[in-house]
């Protein structure tokens, strides 16, 4: 009786195969079939060019961030280096600004040429003023926005092309040091920022 059960269960089982076999070769041919159709290949090839254009594009964002990093790294460090000063309550700045503003002009025009060099457009180079804390808010946002206008007519005097340069006051919204209760920690909030914005 257990050869007969054995006999009939390896029949069955030969049988089932034999028909998956059918079952999953005419899959095949309906798959084979269908891909084979002009409007699939089209969409097909459409997704695959999709994928390709995003990690592109992440990879040109990644690129692109790294880069805007560097340079405004460089911008922040050579502003800070070349702070001109303005006469007290004033955007009417101090004698001794030219060479200053010189390097600032040279940085963003290196910065410039990196940027196009990397195929970027659209950028934007920002000059921020800020003040201490003393006097009232509306009327610091106001000196610090024309000192920032005051660098920023500079730079256009040493070369920097006016439609590629802005100027915003930022007052003392963004201070660098608080509380800055003494002349020096003052000196050190009252600056100007330079970066660009992609």
Sequence with gaps: MKRVWSGIVCGLLSVMSSVSVVRADGFLDTVKSVASKPEVQSAAKQVGNKAVDLTKQ?????LTGKLEQEINARLLAEAAKNQCSFKTDSDELEP??????????????DAKKKLVSAGISGFRFEVSGHTDSRGSAAHNKELSARRAGAIVKQLVAKGVPAAEIISVGRGSEQPLVMPDNTPAKQAKNRRYELRVRL
């Design 58 to 62: 992440t990879a040109g964002k990644s």
């Design 96 to 109: 001794g600004c030219d060479a200053k503003a010189q390097k600032l002009a040279s940085a963003v025009l």
